[in-house]
DNA sequence: CCATCTTTGTGCACGCGTTCACAAAGACAT
DNA sequence: ATGTCTTTGTGAACGCGTGCACAAAGATGG
């Protein structure tokens, strides 16, 4: 068995609390909107309806940043948007790679919103000889082979992993030696990383599974008596075979 | 407010939380990787090391299924993959519509792991006049014009929006309508939608803004040493610290 | 300058989720 | 049967996140 696994850190990030972080992206895309719109100011109570959560969350949030708002008005919209980019670190210049240039990969590559906020994808990696050279979205594919340089010449932290489930270790392997510091996985994987490695995962599979979940309660609910329990058919066991790529755990390490 | 109801129902989820709910999809795709090897049984600890989980809540976890474990042995791999297929739902089928067949859409439909547990794709859908016909991953695309008669005859309870942002909420809308009441949304907006409809988002430019901040932190941290100028020192109290880490559950109905 | 009105910032309580730690359950050997 | 050894299932403590409710801050008007 694995031996001194160490314990998860409990996310000590500097006074702004995890789930704070992640409503920030949120705030910046609401705020965003009023400001092409040229809003100045906009109450916690607006903002907070625009981002989908509650006013009293929104204000605690802020109030990690700092004092903001002015009472009786509100927050001014072009201030917030600027406080909350650079809180977030998007004042700056992300170079991403994107490893795996298949279907995903190349819809990545193609995703606009990449670049609208400071990261711009610095170079796309594939494994596959004949995509060498090609251009996706304009940026010309590039042999695995040249990872490690290819990350240290351009001075890459965030890598995009978009292999198959079996190449994604390795490939995140080959990142975190390489001095990536932080990844977004799309592959099903569980990755296994060094402390000091951010990994975020983005699991299609998962997310409709759970949807799935709530959608039987729903009818269950709905045809309570009528559905006897335990009809126990098909049970879908490794009758056929698994699939080709969609089944390995997948979790964050860290 | 003029909004509607933005409350969260408590989620009583037949006693599951929420939470629990989130991590099953993890275990079963740990359990179907066994089960391949052909694994008989796995103990808590071997599962969650695979899962990328704490034992402890992984038992626990199990523990709200029922009681699926033998003392001194662990869990039989079959019967833990059924029970739990069986609760998310999976041992019937989902149809599901995919709507905004551009980029990431098609990448969508070619996806494999998506048939791979129950989901089905059921139809492709996009505004594009010009797309209807044509085929996508072996399935025609349809119009939008034909949204409502799709889905009805189809029974599809389960959306996907891959559309551009500003069509998000329009086509959710009629969505809803027709009858689907889960969504899985991967167009940047907030979406809107009467109680007992399911939304899950997924978003990668707010994934790689988390790994931003995180990224920021660590620079900063390490500059903070090297660096004389650093006001606080004693970020730390005792010690124990452990890395950074960062991951946001993400658990979040509507 | 004072009164009123709006909205922030936050103290506080509560509930959920996580983790530890351990008794009990059962397998297995003798 | 009895003892030993492994592993489950869970009680309990703790910490984080959420949302209510309100005092204080400041704008605005007279
Ligand atoms: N397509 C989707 O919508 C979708 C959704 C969710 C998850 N995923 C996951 O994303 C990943 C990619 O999906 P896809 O549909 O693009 O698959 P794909 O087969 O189209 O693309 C995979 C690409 O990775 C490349 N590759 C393989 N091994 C590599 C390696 N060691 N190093 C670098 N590149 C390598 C291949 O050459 C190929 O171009 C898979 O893990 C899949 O499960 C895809
Ligand atoms: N491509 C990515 O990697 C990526 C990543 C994250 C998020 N997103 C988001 O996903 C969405 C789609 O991205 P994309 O790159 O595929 O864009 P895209 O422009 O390539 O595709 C959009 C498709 O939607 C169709 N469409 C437009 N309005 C429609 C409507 N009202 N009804 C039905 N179909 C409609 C268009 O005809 C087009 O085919 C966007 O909101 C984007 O922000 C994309």
């Not at 594939?126 to 490690?148: F, N, R, Y």
């Not at 198959?164 to 099903?188: E, H, M, W, Y």
């Not at 699991?203 to 329990?229: V, Y």
């Amino acid at each position: 068995m694995a031996t001194g696994r160490t314990h998860r850190p409990a996310t000590r990030s500097r006074g702004i609390p995890e789930a704070t972080v992640a409503r920030l992206p949120l705030y910046l895309r609401a705020l965003t909107a009023l400001s092409e719109r040229s809003v100045p100011t906009v109450s916690s109570e607006e903002l907070a309806a625009a981002a989908g959560v509650n006013s009293a969350k929104l204000r605690k949030d802020f109030s990690y940043l700092g004092s903001y708002g002015t009472r009786g008005v509100g927050y001014d919209v072009e201030y917030l948007v600027y406080q909350i980019s650079r809180e977030l670190g998007l004042t700056q210049d992300w170079p991403v790679v994107i490893v795996g240039i298949g279907n995903l990969g190349a819809a990545l590559a193609n995703y606009g919103g990449f670049a609208s906020r400071g990261f711009r994808v610095a170079a796309l990696i594939d494994a596959d000889p004949a995509m060498a050279g090609k251009p996706v979205a304009g940026i010309p594919v590039q042999h695995t082979d040249d990872l490690e340089k290819i990350i240290e010449d351009n001075g890459v932290s965030i890598g995009v992993i978009a292999t198959p489930a079996g190449a994604a270790q390795q490939v995140c392997d080959r990142l975190v030696a390489a001095g990536v510091t932080s990844i977004l996985n799309f592959a099903p994987t569980v990755l296994n990383v060094p402390e000091g490695v951010d990994v975020r995962k983005v699991d299609l599979s998962i997310e409709l599974q759970i949807l799935a979940f709530h959608e039987q309660r729903k009818a269950g609910e709905e045809a309570a008596s009528t559905d006897g329990t335990g009809p126990v058919t098909a049970v879908r066991g490794e009758s056929g075979d698994k699939g080709p790529d969609g089944d390995v755990p997948a979790v964050m390490p860290a």
